[in-house]
């Protein structure tokens, strides 16, 4: 089993294998690189920095945080960051009862006995704190906190069948992206309308493989809600030193974002997948990046959102990340494989596919024009071969910059 491990730890031994070493960055050999105003420059800045960090950490620092005074978080789904979040938070406190409700029994036995996700994250030992349940009243009951990590599409059914055993006063920390197929709804409009009431909630986004967070790498996500305390209690809980937690009350870009980035994410596959080179993909990703700016903004996403984690942070990540679920999607079809064939074989949710067909609609509905998402939309509807998409996209009009 590969063992999680800090980030600072591993921090710390690059450091060690640096210092001494002839001709390093740290080394005895070193000759400053800026003029000696310009470097005091630079340490003062520096200074500056570690003094307000020192000085904001001491006010906020008062009473007790919010895992330390949690006994049980319950977490929706048993996928691989469900996983990796519920982890994150037992390795935190390990008092800490974390408890994933599943459906699948055989799973929930595997991860009880042998203490790993044997399905979505077979790799890694799972901290001893971390137990399964089929039992949504058991899983539930005590537990100050619901992560809940259930795709977008089963959601509302998910959801629906454990309103009456969630309490209403339990925040619910969302971190599934996409848009509802039919309704085109994002699920912060999904949680009240499948509960029926208002739930507290956070929605947690950003460039976070589940992967790199078992591991302990440094990660940076967000989290978003319309109650600004609320956020900020959230970033308290998940916190570490390897997970940096922003905050923000634009649920709606960190949602639109979060969403539009898997379609991208296709279309980057494709072109992966069709071998057509780095200046491709890197005109493709500036285009739908474009696009997802044209969107979210018609949608109301503040523009410090869509240059965020949760926006730029996230595609960058999703189109160029090789553990990406929807980027892997678009290399297959790129190469010629069946989108039938590809979710057959695939254990995990590309939210991207079901999500592009719901993008095009909200594009309409607010007069977008978005070329190259709607070209994932066609592919994958098979009405368009990834070759002909590209080819349709760059023999567009020549137009200015926008």
Not at 65 to 85: C, H, L, N, R
Not at 226 to 248: H, W, Y
Not at 279 to 302: D, F, P, T
Request: glycine letters at 10%.
């Amino acid at each position: 089993m590969q063992q999680q491990h800090a980030a600072a730890g591993l921090a710390a031994s690059v450091s060690a294998e640096l210092v001494g070493q002839p001709g390093s960055a740290l080394g005895p050999s070193f000759a400053p690189l800026y003029p000696p105003a310009e470097r005091s420059q630079i340490q003062e800045s520096w200074d500056a920095l570690m003094r307000w960090s020192k000085t904001f950490s001491k006010r906020s620092g008062n009473g007790l945080s919010p895992i330390e005074a949690a006994d049980k978080v319950v977490v929706f789904g048993g996928g691989s960051f469900g996983t990796a979040m519920g982890s994150s938070l037992a390795l935190k406190k390990p008092q800490l009862d974390v408890v994933l409700l599943l459906r699948d029994p055989y799973l929930c036995k595997d991860i009880n006995s042998t203490h790993c996700n044997t399905k979505y994250l077979p790799a890694f030992t799972l901290p001893r704190n971390v137990r399964a349940t089929t039992d949504a009243a058991e899983a539930i009951a005590g537990a100050q906190y619901a992560v809940h990590a259930v795709p977008v599409q089963h959601s509302r059914s998910f959801l629906t069948g454990v309103r009456d055993v969630l309490p209403k006063d339990v925040p619910i920390v969302c971190v599934s992206k996409g848009l509802e197929v039919g309704s085109g709804c994002m699920m912060s409009e999904v949680i009240p309308s499948a509960l029926g009431r208002r739930q507290p909630a956070v929605f947690l986004s950003g460039p976070s493989f589940a992967k790199e967070v078992m591991q302990g790498r440094p990660t940076g996500v967000v989290a978003a809600s319309k109650d600004a305390g609320l956020a900020r209690e959230i970033q308290e809980l998940f916190a570490s030193p390897c997970m940096r937690v922003n905050t923000s009350t634009d649920v709606t870009g960190v949602e639109i974002c979060g969403a539009l980035k898997n379609v991208l994410a296709i279309a980057a596959g494709i072109v992966e997948g069709l071998d057509l080179g780095h200046n491709a993909l890197a005109a493709l990703i500036a285009q739908g990046c474009a696009e997802i700016r044209w969107l979210s903004q018609k949608v109301g996403a503040k523009p410090a959102t869509i240059s965020g984690l949760s926006g730029l942070g996230d595609i960058m990540l999703t189109c160029y990340g090789d553990l990406s679920r929807n980027r892997s999607v678009g290399v297959r079809l790129g190469r010629g494989e069946k989108l039938h064939d590809i979710l057959a074989s695939s254990t995990q949710v590309a939210e991207g596919v079901a999500t592009a067909g719901v993008v095009v609609s909200l594009a309409r509905k607010y007069r977008v024009s978005l070329p190259v998402l709607t070209a994932v939309a066609q592919v994958l509807d098979n009405n368009l071969e990834p070759a002909e998409a590209v080819a349709a996209v760059m023999n567009l009009p020549q137009i200015e910059e926008r």
